[in-house]
Structures are given as structure tokens and as C-alpha cells.
């Protein structure tokens, strides 16, 4: 029988996609999973499919415990979500109070007169608190999700005693068992939906037209829901201007920005925002660049090891673009090429800390035949063109050192991308396609074995 998760997508102007419902009527391959989105709060799109059993469609009473079946599953989903939810808010909370003791201590301290310099401080650091707000509402509504939840598994409790009348103790108690084991592989499935193979990619999103030709936009991989900060870079070359944007709204608008000027130039477009600092390619150079937005300073610069620079080995549309960084779930990545690797795409993963290659691999793949590249759960998938009619090509995985080519279309709607990054947080891959800011959402496949089920 087929069942779908009742999920949630991502919030944001983007949130288009709908999932496809899929039956698969094979009950030796195992469960098999199909998913566009699992945020670290646990939003999501899925279907779940699960192997057909031999009791399903028999009688009104095999519905009637597929109906039932069905409402456990919901539930479990609906718990599942709250709880990574109420996980996500309580950290915030926790950070939040260290902030508000401070604040409390500074106002004791003053004993009834600020100077104006501490008066400024004290508001700013007020600022702060003000996303706290939207967190207490969250929990004001979660309150009332454990309500409705309450209620539905009153209901299930019902149905389940007027089953047991009907079926008698022993039917109860199989039934019971099995409704218990499918809620534990259910949520097992959710705990394992965070990486996948990609099977699609979305229709685009046009989020906003500005700008030249080249460029790249990007939002934090590490920061939480309720941070939306957009950072813009224009051009792929000596650019020391990022703007940065409060939220995805402001950035549609054009409004609500600072700007940040770095101390040195950028090459390329494959910079990366990862947990509060922007990692860049240092203009005529193969040096990597670590850049704190909140202190306005380079916390560390390293020189990536044979790494070529100034259009030696660029992608296929060239501008500079021969260092790519890149997050996903699992970290901080670079990929670029040497002249030992001939022109062939090196992958390495990055300390975020140190910018100390971790570990590298050697694709195979010519970078130059390349329109662009991304990362998505330590895979790294290469499109064939930066042109109308691009693919995703080609996939390398690093955890076994093996690629296969793909075939996976998507819709380049300018004719022309000079930049495309995957964000884990969001599940959505941005683009700079001809002077527009551009999203696609992802759909990611996974076959989780259940062995020795019944």
C-alpha cells in the first residue's frame, strides 16, 4: 500500500512544488521514499511507499484499518515535526536568556543614568530579542497542535476498542502490534530522510531580476528558520560589495540592506554563507578567504594546494570561476582543479575552522566541460552546460569514491547560469541565470531495506 507523508514545505515564495503520490506494489524491494524537502526543523515534502501486504483489500474491515493506519501515521508525523520544532526553539531560547541576564545586570550597573553611547548599546543589543517574539508565538500555536493531537489519539483509541469488539482480544491485540511496529518504522523513515540520491528538479522561481550578467545570491546553511538574511554579490570579478539583505522579502523589494565591503577583491561567483562568514576566492589567487559579517573581518586566508586561479581551469562559461565553494549536510566544501589532476574536477572537504583540506577526490571529470556544480549529502553532481537544454551529467559519491553519469533535466529559463548552489537548510538550489535571482526545489530518492519484516 502506498502512503504519503503528510508533510510541510519550507515557508518562503518558492513553496510551489507539490509531491507525487507513488504506488509500488513490490514487497521484496523494501520501503521506498521519496522526498523534496527536510529542513533541520523538521519541514518537509514526502511519500512514503511501503510494500504491499498480503492482508490489504480483503474486506470493509482491512479498510477500515487502513483508514486506521493512515491517522497513526499522521499523528506520528505531526509529533515528529513538533518535536525537532520545539528542539530548534528551545536552543534559541536558552541563547536568548544568556542575552537578557546581560542586559539585566548592564541596567542594574547603570543605577538610573545612561550615557548615550551605553543607551545605543543597550538598544541594539534589544534588537536581539525581538525575533524572540515570534518564537513564544510558535509555542503559543504548538500548544494548540498537542491539543488537536490529544484529540486524535482519543479518536484512535476509540476506534481501536470498537475494533476490538468486533475482532475480539486476539485481533485487538495483532492489530495493536502492528499499528505500534508501523508507527516505529515511520519514524525511523523521518530520522533517516535527510539525504537521498537526486531523481528531479523543480520549474524554476524567478525570485527577482538585478543586477549584470553574473553574479551570486546565497542565504546562511547554518542559521535558523527564522533568520531569512539574503546576501547579494554582483559581478564575478575584483567586487568587494555585498549587500546584505534582513529578509527574502526585503531582498524582493529592494529594501531594509547593509552593506559590507570586503578588505579584499572576490574571483568567481561560487562564494558560500556558512554559519555567519562568507567564504570566497581572493582575486587573482588561490587563496580562500574567510570573511565575518557580525565583526567585519577576515577571521582566516589560506591558499588551497595547487589549486588553479585566474581563469585556468573555470567552468565551460569561464569568469573566473575555477574555485567553488559549497555547503551541504555534511560541511564545507571545495572544487577546483590542478594541473596533477589534468584539468579533471577535484572535490575536498574543507575544516570551516582552519580552511585546511580535510580530504580530497579526484573526479575525473574535465572541469572545463562543466556549465556548474553542487553538492547535495557528500555527492557531487556536475550540470553539462551553463546553456539552454544543461542536465545534471554527472554524480560523484565521495563516501565510495565511485560517479555514474545522470540525466537529470532542469529548465534554464535565462538561457545563461554563472552560479548554482544547493542550501541544505531550505532544500532548494539557487541560481544566477542572466541578471536573475532564480530558485528550484529538489526531489531526493531513498530505499530504506526492511528486512526480515513480517
Not at 514487497?27 to 511507499?49: F, H, M, N, R
Not at 538585478?210 to 538574511?229: E, I, L, V
Not at 524582493?252 to 562568514?277: E, M, R
Request: hydrophobic content about 35%; proline content about 4%.
Amino acid at each position: 500500500m502506498g502512503a504519503s507523508e503528510d508533510c510541510v514545505h519550507p515557508g518562503g515564495i518558492w513553496a510551489t512544488e507539490l509531491c507525487a503520490k507513488t504506488l509500488f506494489q513490490s514487497p521484496e524491494e523494501g520501503w521506498q521514499l521519496y522526498t523534496s524537502a527536510q529542513a533541520p526543523d523538521g519541514k518537509c515534502i514526502c511519500t512514503a511507499v511501503i510494500p504491499a501486504q498480503s492482508t490489504c483489500s480483503r474486506d470493509g474491515r482491512s479498510r477500515e484499518l487502513r483508514q486506521l493506519m493512515g491517522k497513526v501515521q499522521n499523528v506520528s508525523q505531526s509529533m515528529e515535526v513538533l518535536e525537532l520544532r520545539t528542539y530548534r526553539d528551545l536552543q534559541y531560547v536558552r541563547s536568548m536568556e544568556t542575552l537578557m541576564r546581560s542586559l539585566d545586570a548592564r541596567l542594574r550597573a547603570a543605577d538610573g543614568s545612561l550615557s548615550a553611547k551605553s543607551f545605543q548599546e543597550l538598544k541594539d543589543r534589544m534588537s536581539e530579542l525581538l525575533p524572540l517574539s515570534s518564537v513564544l508565538e510558535q509555542y503559543k500555536a504548538d500548544t494548540r497542535t498537542i491539543v488537536r493531537l490529544r484529540e486524535e489519539v482519543r479518536n484512535l483509541s476509540s476506534s481501536l476498542a470498537a475494533i476490538q469488539e468486533e475482532m475480539g482480544a486476539y485481533g485487538y491485540e495483532d492489530l495493536q502490534r502492528r499499528v505500534m511496529a508501523l508507527e516505529a518504522r515511520l519514524h525511523a523513515c523521518a530520522q533517516k530522510l535527510g539525504c537521498g540520491k537526486l531523481t528531479g528538479v523543480s520549474n524554476p522561481i524567478t525570485v527577482r531580476a538585478m543586477g549584470s550578467r553574473f553574479g551570486s545570491w546565497m542565504t546562511d546553511t547554518m542559521a535558523p528558520s527564522a533568520d531569512s538574511r539574503v546576501w547579494y554579490m554582483d559581478g564575478y570579478y575584483k567586487g568587494r560589495r555585498v549587500l546584505e539583505f534582513r529578509t527574502l522579502g526585503d531582498f524582493i523589494k529592494g529594501q531594509n540592506f547593509i552593506q559590507h565591503l570586503l578588505p579584499q577583491p572576490w574571483a568567481g561567483t561560487g562564494h558560500v554563507v556558512y554559519n555567519g562568514s562568507l567564504f570566497y576566492n581572493k582575486y587573482q589567487s588561490n587563496v580562500v578567504v574567510k570573511y565575518h559579517f557580525r565583526s567585519r573581518s577576515v577571521l582566516v586566508q589560506r591558499s588551497l594546494p595547487g589549486a588553479g586561479y585566474n581563469n585556468t581551469f573555470p567552468y565551460s562559461w569561464g569568469g573566473f570561476s575555477d574555485m567553488d565553494f559549497m555547503v551541504d549536510e555534511s560541511g564545507l566544501w571545495a572544487v577546483y582543479t590542478t594541473n596533477q589532476n589534468a584539468g579533471n574536477i577535484v572535490v575536498s572537504r574543507l575544516d570551516p575552522h582552519t580552511l585546511e583540506v580535510v580530504r580530497s577526490w579526484d573526479t575525473g571529470y574535465p572541469k572545463r566541460s562543466a556549465g556548474e556544480a553542487f553538492m547535495i549529502c557528500g555527492v557531487l553532481y556536475v550540470t553539462n552546460s551553463h546553456l539552454a537544454g544543461a542536465k545534471v551529467y554527472f554524480a560523484y559519491f565521495t563516501n565510495t569514491s565511485s560517479y555514474e553519469y545522470t540525466d537529470v533535466p532542469f529548465h534554464n529559463q535565462y538561457s545563461h547560469i554563472s552560479m548554482l548552489d544547493y542550501n541544505p537548510r531550505e532544500r532548494a538550489l539557487y541560481t544566477w541565470n542572466n541578471g536573475h535571482q532564480v530558485l528550484y526545489n529538489v526531489t531526493l530518492f531513498h530505499v530504506i531495506s526492511t528486512a526480515g519484516d513480517p
